[in-house]
């Protein structure tokens, strides 16, 4: 069996080094206390943090994860299973809400959404005589097509 020693450019040392990996605890994340567990890159020359990409982004998902669970904050999977449901594109969906275009997007690759799109999101998909009403809206206002709407009205 062998061992990958890892290395990553540590900019105090100016050279890539090897890393260790320490354990912490977030206690706290928006007012919330969430504990959850982080792991961080350790230089294994000088002891200073390094930015790790896979470990940061591994860090983030738990931390979203355990964020929205406690908060109930809508998660992508509940987003894409309702847009698959409706079979509706992601920039059909912001143009139902009057959304940014890139808006569901990132909250479907795991960015949180604020409260109240969260709060709309859960809305729309617990309750389809609101979705309809909005997919009606969007139609009057021409930011969806007649085919859209005609998929989505009844």
């Given at each position: 069996m062998?061992?990958e020693?890892?290395?990553i450019?540590?900019?105090?040392?100016?050279?890539?080094?090897?890393?260790?990996?320490?354990?912490?605890?977030?206690?706290?994340?928006?007012?919330?206390?969430?504990n959850v567990?982080?792991?961080?890159?350790?230089?294994?020359?000088c002891?200073?943090?390094?930015?790790?990409?896979?470990?940061?982004?591994?860090?983030?998902?738990?931390?979203?994860t355990?964020?929205?669970?406690?908060?109930?904050?809508?998660?992508?999977?509940?987003?894409?299973?309702?847009r698959?449901?409706?079979?509706?594109?992601?920039?059909?969906?912001?143009?139902?809400?009057?959304?940014?275009?890139?808006?569901?997007?990132?909250?479907?690759r795991?960015?949180?959404?604020?409260?109240?799109?969260?709060?709309i999101?859960k809305?729309?998909?617990?309750?389809?005589?609101?979705?309809?009403?909005?997919?009606?809206?969007?139609?009057?206002?021409?930011?969806?097509?007649e085919?859209i709407?005609n998929?989505?009205k009844?």
């Amino acid at each position: 069996m062998s061992i990958e020693k890892r290395k990553i450019y540590c900019s105090k040392c100016n050279e890539n080094v090897e890393y260790l990996i320490i354990n912490e605890v977030k206690e706290e994340y928006k007012n919330v206390i969430v504990n959850v567990e982080q792991n961080i890159g350790i230089c294994s020359q000088c002891k200073e943090r390094l930015y790790v990409t896979e470990l940061e982004e591994a860090n983030l998902d738990r931390l979203y994860t355990k964020y929205r669970e406690l908060t109930g904050i809508v998660s992508p999977k509940d987003i894409i299973e309702f847009r698959e449901k409706y079979n509706i594109s992601q920039r059909e969906l912001v143009a139902i809400l009057d959304w940014g275009k890139m808006t569901i997007n990132r909250y479907e690759r795991g960015s949180l959404p604020n409260q109240s799109h969260s709060e709309i999101l859960k809305l729309i998909i617990s309750n389809e005589n609101y979705f309809r009403e909005k997919v009606k809206d969007a139609y009057k206002m021409g930011r969806i097509t007649e085919k859209i709407y005609n998929l989505n009205k009844s």
